[in-house]
């Protein structure tokens, strides 16, 4: 029978991994509202975009927007799944 610590890890795994997916598509939908707002563009272009709007030779300006966005939503929905794992048996997963 595995110990606590495992018991938590178990549980964790397949939660931690939906709630992943979950966080990328908030966080991608989100991102897109932001620039939206921001630069009056339907799309954000992507690392392949030539030229254009939003297209600049020191790279694109909307890299470290995007990665900041989506670090925060991946921590956030991490965090909280890690503490309703922790509620559910009793120990921090990791």
Known sequence: ?????ETSEIVYKPVG???GAVSVGAAGGLFKQLWKQLKHEDTPPT???RNGPGA???GQPSAVPQGAIFAGA??????????ATR???GTWPG
């Open 1 to 5: 029978m595995p110990g606590a610590d």
């Open 17 to 19: 991994l939906a709630l």
């Open 47 to 49: 690392r392949s975009t």
């Open 56 to 58: 600049r030779s020191y």
């Open 74 to 83: 991946e921590a956030a929905v991490d965090r909280d799944g890690a503490a």
């Open 87 to 89: 509620r559910l048996t």
